[in-house]
């Protein structure tokens, strides 16, 4: 028996517990996307699959709904997928491991994968079950959305006869999307300087940071564990003699860091390296106390080794690295000046890596407003040309805009008002969603998304409400039935 037998909606749930035991973190989709081929061939569904792994399967309309208008149902296959430290599981080979909360369903040690794989599930649960009122049905499953929706981005979408599509990858229950911020990946490329030193290894780790999606969760002030790091060495530099040797955290440029992780090389000068890791605890708790309300969990681990030869940034180096994580745009940028408490432009600085040549920074720009964001990406342009780096922009998606007039959103909202007597909220996400991609490649299509409520996405805290689940499935059957 799974986790989830006896819930409900039971099919839903049990393809959505099947689905978790198929690795599909990013990058990693081949399994996930012939498991999709195969369910439809073994039903005899119509079945496109892409050279980007993307997969289109088609249904005919329930009797009664034969001439209906099709509707396109949409979700994408792959996960953000993380790790607690020291769980024993390769994420690009093994499944998960759910486990239950009172209402809420969880992944032990992992991220769950809610995002988006309740999507899939419930997409397959409609296309098998013969009993659900429904209009021709498109199903789309695309991949590596979490990478800048380079799935969507690359599917042929004239395969596509809908002008009608429910995106089911949003959030929070009761919320109805439509519209949504475009954006890109932007990677600073510093190039570095090594020189050889003899030198004690100081390994400074500050991890247990909140984190959170960095388009709907960068409002809520949780700390970027990579810019934490550079504060914490800056401070540092002015006290102790140091070179920085190598400096990594974060897992996706589109999540808030939760941990970051630096090696300093330290001059072998008595107990000059007990002092700065004395000083490093002070500043770590000051940063502390400065967050408790939003971050309380922030921790420093730290090791040193006896001294050893060694490469470590030349000075000018170290120099200018600090000087890019205390300058370099992220957070907030721009609030909406209509809908006051959405963001409109935003980035997030998610990755940092250390190569043999260079540190390269990874940052996620996001706008509702086409011209702002390229703004926000040019003044990083400035910012590169003054550190001397080298700067590439990819993954470019685009923003979704509101659509006046709009069937979807109409029987949404009706279905609705007859299963819970109330008004859904109807607004907008600073958050990419593959809405904007497909609706700049469909003519007038009429998009709309919605989900059940997740919370900390892309996060080992990851959660999925199951009453939530099981009110947002009666909403898409109650739609599917109203769209005759």
């Not at 061939?41 to 088609?58: A, M, P």
């Not at 998610?350 to 509702?368: E, F, K, N, Q, W």
């Amino acid at each position: 028996m799974g986790v989830l037998t006896g819930r409900q909606p039971g099919k839903a749930l049990a393809f959505f517990e099947e689905i978790c035991g198929i690795p599909r973190g990013s990058g990693n989709m081949q399994r996930i996307s012939d498991y999709l081929v195969s369910f439809a061939r073994d039903r005899g569904l119509e079945c496109h699959q892409d050279e980007s792994l993307n997969v289109i399967i088609k249904k005919a309309g329930s009797p009664g709904y034969e001439e209906s208008d099709p509707v396109i149902l949409q979700g994408h296959m792959d996960m953000v997928a993380v790790k607690e430290e020291g769980v024993d599981k390769d994420l690009e080979l093994d499944g998960l491991d759910l486990a239950l909360d009172g209402d809420h369903l969880y992944a032990e040690g992992t991220s769950l994968g809610a995002d988006n794989g309740i999507a899939v599930a419930f997409i397959l649960a409609i296309l098998d079950d013969e009993m659900i009122s429904h209009p021709p049905i498109e199903a789309v499953f695309t991949t590596d959305e979490e990478l800048g929706m380079i799935g969507s981005a690359h599917m042929d979408l004239s395969v596509l006869t809908g002008r009608m599509l429910l995106n089911i990858d949003s959030e929070e229950e009761g919320i109805f999307t439509v519209s949504g911020a475009g954006g890109a990946q932007v990677e600073l490329i510093l190039p570095l300087k090594r020189e050889r030193c003899t030198a004690r290894k100081v390994r400074l780790r500050l991890e247990g940071f909140l984190g959170g999606h960095s388009g709907t969760e960068i409002q809520k002030g949780t700390l970027n564990a990579i810019l934490a790091m550079g504060r914490l060495l800056d401070d540092l530099y002015d006290k102790a003699d140091f070179s920085l040797a190598q400096i990594q955290g974060g897992y996706r440029d589109n999540a808030i860091p939760t941990w970051c992780e630096a090696v300093l090389a330290l001059p072998d000068q008595g107990e000059a390296y007990e002092n700065l890791v004395d000083t490093a605890e002070e500043i770590c708790h000051i940063i502390r106390q400065e967050h408790q309300a939003v971050d309380p969990g922030i921790r420093l681990v730290t090791e040193i080794t006896e001294p050893m030869e060694m490469t470590a940034f030349s000075a000018s180096s170290t120099r200018g690295l600090l000087f890019a994580l205390a300058d370099l745009p992220n957070g907030i940028y721009k609030m909406d000046p209509v809908m006051k408490e959405m963001v409109r432009t935003s980035s997030n600085l998610g990755m940092i890596c250390t190569t043999d040549t260079s540190v390269i920074l990874t940052i996620s720009v996001r706008s509702s407003c086409k011209s702002e964001g390229m703004v926000l990406i040019r003044k990083m342009q400035l910012f590169a040309r003054m550190l001397g780096a080298n700067m590439e922009v990819s993954g470019e998606y685009p923003a979704w805009e509101f659509r006046s007039d709009s069937r979807m959103r109409e029987i949404l909202t009706q279905a609705y008002r007859t299963l819970y007597g109330e008004e859904p909220v109807v607004t907008g996400v600073h958050a990419g969603l593959e809405c904007g991609v497909f609706s700049a490649g469909i003519p007038d299509l009429d998009a709309i998304s919605i989900g059940p409520q997740l919370t900390d996405v892309h996060t080992t805290r990851e959660k999925l409400s199951l009453g939530s689940t099981l009110r947002t499935w009666n909403l898409i059957l109650k739609t599917l039935e109203m769209l005759r």
